[in-house]
């Protein structure tokens, strides 16, 4: 993609960075007061998690975040987004308060300022404690209080320091997986679960906004959506309707409640008898930036033997696919959905994960090659200065990941990191791509201040400027 590369200067504010998530990296599982949450107890159980992974020692970020920290200066990049556990600070998801789960993420907030990178902290990356589970979890309407209390006490104790807030990470992802296709925590099967998951945590996440809003100052409010475009596998009129229920429920079912107070038709009357009076205006809070996480488009065909009648089904026979996890590479497809979302909801966005899992282990001389992640990122980053240039919103990119991590139900055998991780010993490697990531990110840099003051595209529209940092 050299051709890509003599492309327009990127935007002079454009913020570089990396992302993690607790569970995936911090490990600790059992210290220091840490409660459990429902990825734990998935964790023990049988057949769902490769290999019997587990998030109990993962990357011991935990311990270790202070290399970790290091390394991500070394990369030359401007922000780390992770998020917070919330059972490390409320074992038992409400009530008391474990003050040194506390103490670690000021002792990582603060050491990223000491290093110049900004903090975007995430409250939820799919960890609910176990205890609020119990409960009833997402199904049950308190949890949207339960969250709230939760996202107050963080921002008592770090909204004077972290500014960038993400209330959630990928709420379609982790309720149609958790409550419709036993893929996530808790691993429920049931439509009525679902719908109740889908509502409380859109309360949730407006409830969250509001106490970000009361107790930060300046506070830069976003929640993190998993969007890519669901293509029916053929063109027949099942696979459509299949597609159309997919597309409801991955790219639809969250933002367009939180951001137009509306559900998508094709669930809105099944929604319905859980919505009370209010919930909508209670949902819809203004946010200041939308995250969108994304890797590929998705195939789905229809399949009546499952709750929502579509199944996830294989990309044509000559799609460019990665060779561990099938997923495929269609980088035109994540510039297209850039466009999209400037387009539908006039929001700044921020690119929060994109990357490429792909086994790459140390050779003999301990160096990390992974071309195909490299080719990945060059060619995504390229799609994303394309919508840039065609009147996106585009703000800024976090590479999925900083480190290989735990991969949910695939363990650790689908690791992303631009750094190795030896699961053995703990050691960090920077692989091939981080030091890519670090000449891109310089270069990008330096092009962009060169190319002097930001010279915004005509495309863009006026009213996409609000909430500019
Ligand atoms: C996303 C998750 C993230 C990671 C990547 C590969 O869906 O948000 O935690 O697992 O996929």
Redesign the pocket.
């Known amino acids: 993609m050299a051709t890509r590369t003599a492309k327009a200067a990127w935007p002079k504010d454009f913020l570089w960075g990396v ?1 993690t ?1 607790a569970f ?1 990296v911090e490990g600790a599982g059992r210290v220091d007061g840490r409660g459990q949450s429902i990825w734990d107890f998935r964790c023990t159980q049988p057949g769902k998690v490769a290999d019997a992974g587990s998030g109990e020692v993962a990357c011991d970020h935990y311990h270790r975040y202070e290399e970790d920290v290091a390394l991500i200066r070394s990369l030359g990049v401007d922000a780390y987004r992770f998020s917070i556990a919330w059972p490390r600070v409320l074992p038992q998801g409400r009530g008391r308060v474990n003050e040194a789960g506390l103490d670690f993420y000021e002792r990582l907030v603060d050491r990223l300022l000491e290093n110049g990178v900004q903090p975007w902290a995430c409250l939820y ?2 960890d609910l404690p176990q205890a609020l589970e119990n409960l009833g979890g997402w199904t049950a309407r308190d949890s949207a209080g339960w969250y709230a209390d939760y996202a107050a006490l963080v921002a008592r104790r770090l909204g004077d320091r972290v500014r960038h807030w993400a209330t959630f ?2 709420f379609s ?1 982790f309720t149609l997986f958790g409550y419709a296709m036993d893929w996530c925590a808790p691993g429920l099967m049931d439509r009525t679960a679902n719908l109740r998951a889908i509502h409380h945590l859109n309360l949730a996440h407006g409830c969250g906004v509001d106490v970000l809003r009361d107790l930060v100052p300046d506070a830069f409010i976003g929640a ?1 959506h ?1 969007r890519q475009v669901v293509r029916p596998c053929t063109p027949s009129e099942a696979d459509r309707a299949a597609a159309a229920m997919l597309d409801a429920h991955w790219n639809l079912a969250f933002p367009e409640p939180q951001l137009r107070a509306t559900y998508p038709e094709l669930l809105a009357e099944a929604i319905d008898p859980w919505v009370r009076s209010g919930d909508m205006a209670q949902i819809s809070r203004r946010i200041d930036w939308i995250g969108l ?1 994304h ?1 590929g488009p998705i195939f789905a065909k229809s399949d009546p033997s499952t709750i929502w009648g579509f199944a996830w089904g294989d990309a044509p026979p000559d799609s460019p696919v990665r060779p561990e996890i099938g997923w495929p590479i269609f980088p035109d497809a994540f510039r297209d959905e850039l466009l999209e979302l400037t387009r539908r909801y006039k929001l700044p966005v921020y690119v929060t ?1 994109n ?1 490429m ?1 792909s086994r790459d282990a140390p050779d003999d001389k301990g160096v990390v090659h992974d071309p195909r992640r490299i080719a990945y990122l060059e060619t995504y980053t390229s799609a994303m200065r394309d919508a840039i240039a065609a009147g996106a919103d585009v703000r800024g990119y976090f590479v ?2 900083l480190l290989d ?1 735990f ?2 139900g ?1 363990g650790y055998t ?1 690791p ?1 990191g631009i750094i190795h991780v030896d699961f053995e010993t703990l050691k960090r490697t920077p692989k091939d791509s981080a030091r890519w990531y670090t000449k891109f990110v310089a270069a990008a840099k330096k092009g962009a201040s060169e190319a002097g003051a930001t010279k915004r595209t005509p495309a863009r529209s006026a009213s996409t400027k609000k909430g500019a940092r």
């Open positions: 992302s998530a995936q990356h799919w990470n990928e992802v993190i998993n996480n890797y994960e990357g899992g999925w990941s991590s991969e949910w695939s689908n992303f």
